[in-house]
C-alpha cells in the first residue's frame, strides 16, 4: 500500500513533500497498527488537524469495511458449499506461505545482529513453550532490548 | 449485548495497542484474546478470516477486526471492534504528532524501536506456528503451501495470484 500512498499524496496531490514522507515512515513504524491507517493519521493532522486525521481515517477503513462486510455476510450463507470449502482448503495453505514468505522478508530487514536473533527466537519461545500471553512477551521484549541496546550504547560510546 | 460489544471493544482496542509491525504480529494477539481467552472463535473459522482478510484490499490488521467482529456481534460487533483496533493509533499519532522532532531524536525511544523489530518477527515465526500446524496436516495442503511459497519467492506474481492459483489448486486436489 505504500507506494500507492506516495503516488497520490507526494507525487499527486503534493500535500506531503518527500522528506515529510520519510518521516511518516518512521512514525508509522514505531507507533501500533496497521502501517496505512497510521499514514493517514498523521498526514490527516498534518494537512487539517484532529478533523484531518479523522477524516482520513475513515476514508481509509470505509472501503475495506464495507468490502469485509458484504464478503462476511455472503459467506456465512454460502458456507456448506462444496466448491467454497474446496476453495479454502487451497487459500489456507496459501496463506501459511504468505506469512513465512513475510517473515523471511521483514526477519532479513529486522535482524541485524545476534541479539536480535536471540530475542525474536525468545519471544517464539515464550508463546509456544510458556504458553506467554503476546501482551507479555511484547512487554518483556521491549524492555530487555531497550535495557540491552541503552547498555550497549553506555559503553560504545555515543553512536549506535 | 452491551456488555459483549464493550468486551470487543476494549480487547480490541489491547489487541491495537500491542499491533507492532501491523499485520501479520496481531495474529498471536488475535488467537490469545478471542480463541482462547474469550473463545468467541473457533481455530477453523480464525484460519477463514485470515485467509478472507488476506484477498480483500485493506490492511490485514483492519480486516481481520471487522469480521471476527461480525462473526461475534454480527453488524455492531464489526464497527465496535474495528474502531477499537484503530483507536490506540489515533490517540498515540494525535499525542504524539507535536512532540515528533523530540521522539524521533530520544535515544530511548529508538532502543525501544530497536528491541520491538526482532520480538515482531518472533511473533510472526509464532503465527507461523499457531496457523501451520492445524493447516499443513495433509500432504495435499504440504503441496500447494510449498508450491504458494516458491511463487512467492520468485517475487515475479502478486500475492493475490498467487491465492488465486492456490484456490485453483484446492479445487482440483480436492
Not at chain 1, 24 to 39: D, E, H, K, Y
Not at chain 1, 110 to 118: P, R, V
Not at chain 2, 34 to 46: K, V
Amino acid at each position: 500500500m505504500l507506494p500507492l500512498i506516495h503516488r497520490e499524496i507526494v507525487f499527486k496531490k503534493h500535500w506531503v513533500s518527500e522528506e515529510s514522507f520519510c518521516d511518516i515512515l518512521g512514525v508509522t513504524q514505531a507507533v501500533p497498527g496497521a502501517m496505512a491507517i497510521n499514514s493517514a493519521i498523521f498526514i490527516g493532522y498534518d494537512l487539517a488537524g484532529v478533523r484531518g486525521a479523522l477524516i482520513a481515517t475513515l476514508g481509509i477503513s470505509l472501503p475495506s469495511f464495507l468490502i469485509i462486510l458484504g464478503i462476511a455476510a455472503f459467506f456465512t450463507h454460502f458456507s456448506e458449499s462444496r466448491v467454497i470449502n474446496e476453495v479454502f482448503s487451497g487459500i489456507r495453505p496459501a496463506v501459511v506461505a504468505l506469512i513465512a514468505y513475510a517473515g523471511l522478508k521483514l526477519g532479513k530487514a529486522a535482524l541485524s545482529d545476534w541479539f536480535g536473533y536471540f530475542m525474536a527466537g525468545g519471544v517464539l519461545l515464550l508463546h509456544l513453550i510458556f504458553g506467554l500471553s503476546p501482551f507479555f512477551t511484547i512487554m518483556i521484549a521491549a524492555i530487555t532490548g531497550t535495557v540491552y541496546y541503552k547498555i550497549l550504547c553506555r559503553k560504545r560510546g555515543i553512536g549506535e | 449485548m452491551t456488555s459483549l460489544l464493550l468486551n470487543l471493544f476494549i480487547t480490541f482496542f489491547m489487541i491495537g495497542a500491542f499491533s507492532f509491525g501491523g499485520g501479520y504480529a496481531m495474529i498471536p494477539l488475535i488467537q490469545n484474546e478471542i480463541i482462547l481467552n474469550h473463545q468467541w472463535l473457533s481455530l477453523q473459522q480464525f484460519l477463514e478470516i485470515i485467509a478472507i482478510a488476506e484477498m480483500t484490499p485493506g490492511p490485514v490488521a483492519i480486516n481481520s477486526a471487522t469480521y471476527v467482529g461480525y462473526k461475534v456481534a454480527g453488524i455492531p460487533g464489526s464497527v465496535v471492534a474495528t474502531l477499537g483496533v484503530i483507536f490506540p493509533s489515533l490517540i498515540l499519532i494525535l499525542l504524539l504528532a507535536r512532540l515528533f522532532r523530540r521522539f524521533q531524536s530520544s535515544s530511548w525511544v529508538s532502543a525501544i524501536i530497536r528491541s520491538i523489530k526482532p520480538a515482531v518477527i518472533g511473533l510472526i515465526l509464532t503465527a507461523l506456528f499457531i496457523l501451520g500446524r492445524p493447516v499443513l496436516v495433509d500432504l495435499k495442503a504440504i503441496i500447494i503451501g510449498i508450491v504458494a511459497f516458491c511463487l512467492l519467492m520468485g517475487e515475479r506474481i502478486h500475492p493475490i495470484t498467487v491465492i488465486a492459483i492456490s484456490a485453483g489448486m484446492g479445487i482440483i486436489f480436492y
